[in-house]
């Protein structure tokens, strides 16, 4: 590591934000620690736990360190079945829409949330990692055996086959695959299984038979920094879940820090890409009677109303992990990643509006209507920032425009979303009224609760 320049650079962020001065210490002591894989795609889900640092304040530090050149951002595409890294981008301007895995032999639409991972390392200039992104396969898949060898190195592992069927051998690090099919006959001698890495992504055999019993693997690494090799069933497993994975940063909660959005908040995907999302929680805003308060106080007292309005919501939104993506007109469109932070904005934004009503005339006060959605979504680049499309988004309009003053609406993914009733309760709600209602531009009539405001 170039520490000089290290120092040079971290110093800029200390500049910047030195109410985060302990914290940086802790990190710049850490990097200077750490091997050069503990800082190749650096998880700050982990590093938050292992240095003890608030995760919203560790990823404000790195994305200012991205700016500083301290660090570098990585998008990485895994794959939906083996969790293998298909691709890594620098820019989310360069995510495609459709990945290709490997090892599976499959395409796929990646999904923002559960596909899509932004992890950190150095920047170049600084310390250069030459080591290809990877990772291991997640606890759901069998593994019979594995190793790992630096170049030159030869190991060998003994395991063996007890089943008949189709087996894979792979190495995540160079993305090398070979096949085994294994015959129901036992064998009672150690068979041989004498694989070396070459270079450009292959090994010496690509296609292998055995029969059932003990097999030596030996692996040789004659070409390459670093080469593993796992041996698994060969075979597409159902998609893997949050809890068959690693805890890890999501692209889609990444975009939700304060510190993204104030530094690339141009930083978008292509125009012609649209990436998917599986779930994200809607929360629409509006303004009762707005054109009425313009219309009695004069566009400037109006304005400045409404301006204030904004201001509030934007950091009650921020406060609680969301993203403000949008005004149209007095309108607010913000995102989150859980529903029950969506509500407790909400809940806060009706007690910061009547303190603020206090001081204000009946015709100046702000009173808002308020609805909440939850369901999946389309991710597109809309005037070059990054916003939501689809039937999520109509739905959370339309029951937005269900709500007054006296209540505010949530749609039944949104009540059953995780937390959301126990955010009700914990604000003093006994009673919601539930109505099937017909929105504008849905074929279908939508159950909706209405949350007493008083």
């Known amino acids: 590591m170039n520490e000089t320049l290290f ?53 404000g530090i790195f994305l200012k ?52 991972e932004s992890s950190f390392t150095m920047h170049p200039e600084i310390e250069l990692i030459d080591i290809p992104p990877f990772c291991i396969p997640p606890k759901k898949i069998p593994i019979l055996a594995n190793l790992v060898t ?6 060998e592992v003994e395991f063996e086959f007890t089943k008949p069927g189709n087996y894979r051998y792979f190495c995540p690090i160079t993305n090398t695959i070979g096949k085994l099919s294994v015959i129901d006959n036992e064998e009672s001698s150690t068979q041989k299984m004498n694989i070396e890495q070459l270079e450009h992504s292959k090994f010496n055999l690509s296609n292998m038979n055995f029969n059932l019993g003990k097999v030596l693997l030996t692996l040789t690494n004659s070409s390459v920094p670093l080469s593993g090799i796992f041996v698994t069933p060969d075979e597409l497993n159902e998609p893997l879940s949050f809890e068959d994975m690693d805890i890890r940063v999501s692209g889609l909660e990444l975009t939700h820090i304060p510190e993204f959005v104030e530094i690339f908040g141009s930083e978008t995907i292509s125009l012609k890409e649209k990436m998917t999302i599986s779930t994200i929680s809607i929360l629409f805003t509006d303004i009762t009677g707005s054109t009425k308060m313009y219309e009695e106080l004069g566009d400037i007292t109006a304005y400045n109303n409404v301006r204030d309005h904004f201001e509030i919501l934007s950091k009650i939104i921020s406060k609680y992990g969301g993203k403000l993506v949008k005004t149209i007109g007095d309108s607010v469109m913000a995102s989150f990643l859980e529903a029950d932070l969506a509500v407790k904005t909400v809940f806060e934004s009706l007690k910061e509006f009547h303190l603020y009503n206090e001081s204000k005339k009946d015709k100046e006060k702000i009173k808002l209507k308020m609805g909440i959605h939850t369901g999946n979504s389309i991710l597109v680049n809309l005037n070059n920032q990054l916003d939501y499309f689809g039937t999520t988004i109509n739905t959370a309009a339309r029951i937005q425009n269900l709500s007054n003053e006296e209540n505010f609406c949530l749609s039944e993914n949104t009540l059953n979303s995780k937390n959301v009733k126990e955010t009700l309760k914990e604000n003093g709600i006994k009673k ?13 009539k939508q159950t909706v609760y209405f949350v007493p405001t008083n």
């Open 7 to 59: 120092s040079e650079r971290i110093n800029k962020i200390l500049n910047d934000k030195s109410k985060w001065t302990k914290e940086i210490s802790t990190i710049s002591n850490w990097l200077k620690k750490s091997d050069t894989f503990s800082k190749h795609r650096i998880n700050l889900k982990k590093l938050s736990i292992e240095l003890g640092i608030d995760f919203k304040i560790l990823c």
């Open 65 to 116: 360190g991205v700016k500083e050149s301290v660090f570098q951002l990585l998008w990485d595409i895994h794959c939906p079945h083996c969790n293998m890294i298909t691709s890594e981008h620098n820019h989310l301007s360069e995510i495609s829409s459709n990945s290709n895995c490997k090892m599976c032999d499959i395409e796929f639409t990646p999904d923002f949330v559960m596909r899509v």
């Open 150 to 155: 630096e170049h030159g190195q030869t190991k």
């Open 432 to 444: 919601i009224t539930k109505k099937n209602v017909e929105l504008r531009g849905l074929a279908n």
